[in-house]
């Protein structure tokens, strides 16, 4: 396969190449050099506190649509799973339902989060034999799992702190996401004019860990699953007068799997990167960024349905060295300015970009609006802004 080949889940979302392109930046690649060849993020997997209810709020705040269900009704006694599609992002509920569910364990430790980045490969068992060579945990033997839908292949490995990566092989199966699970649909009434669906794709998800570690985990993904470095960020790119943080990014070989890895770094006061690893207990996932091509609909409906996303104060968008950087983009600082949407521009183009507040309890997990118009980055030029808007929040919450 080739980056010119769309996925199944891209054709079943109507998507294209071009799309694709302006979307998550898709760049040439071709998987036959790849020891380790990922095609695209398969699912984002969930564990949280109450399934049923969650899955409902991705419905109904984010407009995804149900395709799949498992659950003691399908024979499943230990948990409920629900399965969201918006475009080619696809998201897993699940949650326990026997008090003595491992689901239950993992989220008394870490509240709601990401257990498992779930990524689609075209050979688990080559992928498996270089991880193994590599020195990675492999936590599941390649095997195949069958229904009357036919066949996947699959197996996991361990990544950073309680997060897994399962690799699925799903080309000889055809039902609506794993043996297992049954087709289902969505129960809510969209309103009249409501848009098929309110993004696109999944641009890529952070992850943070423990000081210190940053680079043993960039390493695990170049040498482990042969992914490329695509940017860094240190020192005063990512810092305010208060916290400070370094980042860098991998990404898969096309580039439509994408992983910024955060560490904290010293300073004044408690980085939000100390927060989500004290509340989380742990390294873990901690936002994922979704690919929009039209962000301004996007944020209207998602705040008109109860979302709540940081506040950006009117001095950045009035300040004359951000208007003379950005130049011209696609709709009028003032329309940005009324809702809040950062801008950043580089030498490949813009994009525009938006942050919810964490959508649980614990102040861990939250939400990236993305809307790339040729930019390959992350907003670099945002950092400072954004930082300072979630020190804010911490205040609030006592924790900076």
Known sequence: MTSTDLTPAELDADLDLDQLKQLVGLVPYDESTDPFPVTAMDAVVFVVGNATQTAKYYQLAFGMDLVAY??????????????????????????????QSPLLDHHRK????????????????????????????????????????????????????????????????????????????????????????????????????????????VGFYNKVMGFVNMAEFIGDDIATDYSALMSKVVANGNHRVKFPLNEPAIAKKKSQIDEFLEFYDGAGAQHIALATNDILRTVDIMRANGVEFLSTPDSYYDDPELRGRIGQVRVPIEELKTRGILVDRDEDGYLLQIFTKPIGDRPTVFYELIERHGSLGFGKGNFKALFEAIEREQERRGNL
């Open 70 to 99: 498992s659950g003691p009704e399908t024979g499943n006694k230990d948990g409920k799973a629900f399965v969201l599609k918006a475009g080619s992002a696809r998201f897993v509920i699940s949650g326990g339902v026997s008090p």
């Open 110 to 217: 870490h509240g709601d989060g990401v257990a498992d980045l779930a990524l689609e490969v075209p050979d688990v068992d080559k992928c498996i034999e270089h991880a193994r060579k590599q020195g990675a945990v492999v936590l599941e033997e390649p095997n195949d799992v069958s229904d009357e839908h036919g066949t996947i292949r699959r197996a996991a490995i361990a990544a950073y702190g309680d997060t897994r990566h399962t690799l699925i092989d799903r080309g000889g199966y055809h039902g609506p996401y794993l043996p297992g699970f049954v087709a289902a649909t969505t129960q809510v009434t969209r309103p009249e004019g409501h848009p098929k669906r309110l993004f696109q794709a999944v641009d890529h998800v952070v992850g943070n860990v423990e000081l210190g570690r940053m680079d043993e985990w």
